[in-house]
């Protein structure tokens, strides 16, 4: 249910509307938009009439929402979600790129990787100190230690960290260093994870399942909005099909339907979802123009020796001629971008 206020609504009145959905063991969600407010109701709406809120002062209009997922909904907030985070902005009109190296593997490498991409002008370095890997015995990660490398990179060189949290023990860890705590493909589902980052104040990049649907990842992120967090960039990352030549297949079709269903900003990994270094620039660039509001991309400096998803994995120099290629396509799709790539 949504309660539409009236515009300079005053606190008090906001405050009575708030107290009447929580006696009736029903929880408020605030939603600004650029002009007025709305509150969400989440929880056994059913007991809820339309008519008790619309007889209150300064409520506007009160209607249902019709999906099953409700927060992240469009009926629910129409306005993209624009998050503000650090100077650069996910969802708005600018393309935010998130990039770095599948996973730190040593306190050189990503340094020298950070180092590189800051040169460029990408301000989010993404890097997995927590693995989750289809094998046990493939690497799993530095773990402590490597939050302990991206913790001296976000020191040193003023960059912000995207890194992934693999479960609930771990997370506090990761909370404390991560700009933006990634949940994985393999964790979409993983309904404690997802209520557990929702009590945070982290800004979240969750990646939809392997197999999941569209309609299975809103509702995910339906769970962390859910507890309070409503600061989520969606994330398509290729699901599984029949076909063989690519590692999975990156399912675009999913950014204009979700742009239409979702206020949510939604993101997409090239790199996941095709999985072949040399095909991951020309999906980054169908996803621009498509609507994506950015994108994550993995770069290793030594992509043949890297600890995992090497062969996926662009060099310094591809990934900044994608960057470039990126920044002309910008206009075309009304966007401007925040990093800087050669001009010619
Ligand atoms: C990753 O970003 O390195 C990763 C493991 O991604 P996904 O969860 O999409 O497989
Ligand atoms: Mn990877």
């Keep these: 249910m949504v309660i539409m206020m009236k515009l300079n609504a005053p606190e008090e009145d906001i405050q009575k509307v708030k107290e009447k959905i929580l006696s009736k063991g029903c929880k408020p969600h605030t939603i600004i938009g650029s002009e007025k407010m709305a509150i969400g109701v989440t929880g056994q709406t059913t007991q809820l009439t339309e008519g008790e809120f619309l007889l209150m002062s300064s409520v506007e209009d009160v209607y249902r929402v019709s999906k099953p997922y409700k927060l992240v909904s469009r009926e629910m907030k129409t306005e993209d979600t624009v998050i503000n985070l650090n100077g650069s902005t996910f969802g708005g009109n600018e393309i935010a790129i998130i990039a770095g190296p599948c996973s730190v593997e040593s306190r050189q490498q990503i340094f020298d990787i950070a180092g590189e991409l800051k040169e460029m002008g990408i301000k989010f370095l993404r890097a997995g100190a927590y693995k989750p890997r289809t094998s046990p015995y493939a690497f799993q990660g530095l773990k402590e230690k490597g939050l302990e490398y991206l913790a ?11 890194t992934e949290a693999k479960d609930t023990q771990t997370l506090p860890m990761i909370s404390e260093i991560a700009d933006i705590i990634q949940v994985g493909a393999r964790n979409m589902q993983n309904f404690s994870l997802l209520e557990a980052v929702g009590e945070l104040p982290n ?10 649907t569209i309609e299975d990842l809103l509702m995910s992120a339906e769970y962390i909005l859910s507890q309070g967090n409503y600061n989520v960039i969606l994330c398509e990352r290729g699901i599984r099909t029949f076909e063989t030549h690519t590692r999975n297949t990156l399912d675009l079709n999913a950014v204009p339907v979700i742009k239409k269903h979702s206020h949510l900003p939604i993101f997409v990994d090239p790199s996941h979802g095709i999985g072949i270094w040399d095909k991951v620039t ?35 120099k591809n990934f900044k001629q994608l960057l470039n290629k990126v920044e002309q396509l910008a206009p075309i799709v009304d966007k401007k971008v ?5 001009q010619n």
């Design 282 to 316: 020309p999906m980054a660039m169908a996803a621009i123009a498509c609507g994506a509001d950015g994108l994550i991309i993995e770069v290793h400096n030594h992509p043949e020796n890297a600890l995992s998803d090497g062969f996926q994995s662009l060099t310094p």
């Design 338 to 342: 925040n990093f800087y790539a050669e």
């Design 152 to 162: 001296d990179v976000k020191k040193e060189l003023g960059m912000s960290i995207v």
């Design 203 to 212: 800004p979240v990049l969750l990646k939809r399942g392997l197999a999941a």
